[in-house]
């Protein structure tokens, strides 16, 4: 069995060392409860931006070039220390952690951002970094295009886990590259919510036969710091739900077996039975028996994309 902790609280929002803590914090009080897999939502580290959805993309111009230095400035670097205290609270309790977070590109131009969501195993290394592969929106004026060297399932004790962020669980063939590597923990991170939202994630289970794990983003007016630029305008009821919450727990086959969690600060738990997967399967197996492999075939590649290859040549 695999107690599952769903994480929905706020962040400490654009304070990447703040929100560190609270999430090794609230990892400490899932695994008092026995939970060996906790969840946190989309850019949990440090808090989703947000005023995209407020701000004219391109309408604002030094507004918006305020903010996204803030979230520059907030943004993990994976090839740093930033996440040290995550993995060592992963190893210290044996557990698996997912969490989405603000990535800083540290290889090319060292100032892209990617709204990207790592699994870490309970040996405190990092066993997969997903970059959404598809902003929504005006989140293409933040992040870059993610690549599919990240869209995988990965064994842990806790089972076959694989993730899509938000909007990416509306495209069916990345949900397809999923069912083909034999999913069984499906978590989508997400900004989303309400019932169209919930009515999505369970279509998901039932097409995947799979636990799907929905993890909403929580947040209120009082989350946004006093120091925000023009908070009296964008956000100036500190009571507004800016974002509910809606975090849900999915079995194999649709039904909702725990939340929606909605307004509501907290852990969500569930004891998920894996054997469920493989029963669910029976009747329909979208990447198995229900396939048509002679008709349709997926081709993912895989590759690290690169807009620059370094070539050491030697002449003759």
């Known amino acids: 069995m695999t107690q599952l902790a769903i994480v929905q609280t706020a962040p400490v929002f654009l304070n990447k060392q703040k929100t560190i803590d609270l999430a090794v914090s609230k990892v400490e009080e899932a695994a008092k409860n026995g939970a060996n897999l906790v969840v946190f939502t989309e850019c949990f580290i440090a808090g989703y931006p947000t005023w995209i959805w407020r701000v004219r993309p391109g309408g604002d111009w030094g507004l918006s070039e305020e903010l996204h230095k803030r979230l520059l400035d907030n943004a993990v670097n994976i090839d740093s220390n930033d996440l040290t205290p995550l993995y060592d609270v992963a190893r210290k309790h044996q557990l698996t952690i997912v969490c989405g977070i603000e990535e800083r590109d540290n290889q090319l131009s060292r100032t892209t951002l990617y709204n990207t969501v790592i699994t870490i195993g309970p040996d405190g290394t990092?066993?997969?970094?997903?970059r959404k592969l598809m902003p929504t929106n005006p989140e293409r004026m933040v992040w870059g295009f993610g690549d599919a060297s990240g869209l995988k399932v990965v064994e842990t004790e806790a089972g076959r886990i694989g993730s899509l962020i938000c909007w990416e669980n509306f495209m069916p063939l990345a949900r397809y590259a999923?069912?083909?590597q034999g999913v069984e923990i499906y978590i989508a991170p997400t900004y989303d919510s309400g019932e169209n939202w919930l009515g999505?994630?369970?279509h998901i289970a039932r097409e995947g036969?799979?636990?799907?794990?929905?993890c909403g983003n929580l947040m209120k007016g009082s989350d946004i710091p006093n120091d925000f630029p023009e908070k009296e305008n964008l956000y100036p009821d500190e009571n507004e739900w800016v974002n509910p919450g809606d975090s849900v727990v999915i079995a194999p086959g649709g039904e909702i077996v725990a939340g929606p969690m909605n307004k509501e600060s907290g852990i969500l738990y569930h004891e998920l039975d894996l054997e469920k997967v493989s029963t669910a399967k029976r009747a329909l197996d979208v990447a198995g028996h229900y396939s048509r492999p002679d008709i349709f075939q997926l081709h993912v590649n895989t590759e690290a994309q690169s807009p620059c290859v370094f070539e050491n040549k030697r002449s003759a």
């Open 126 to 130: 990092l066993l997969n970094k997903h």
């Open 178 to 180: 999923l069912y083909s």
């Open 200 to 202: 999505t994630m369970q």
């Open 209 to 214: 036969c799979c636990w799907v794990v929905g």
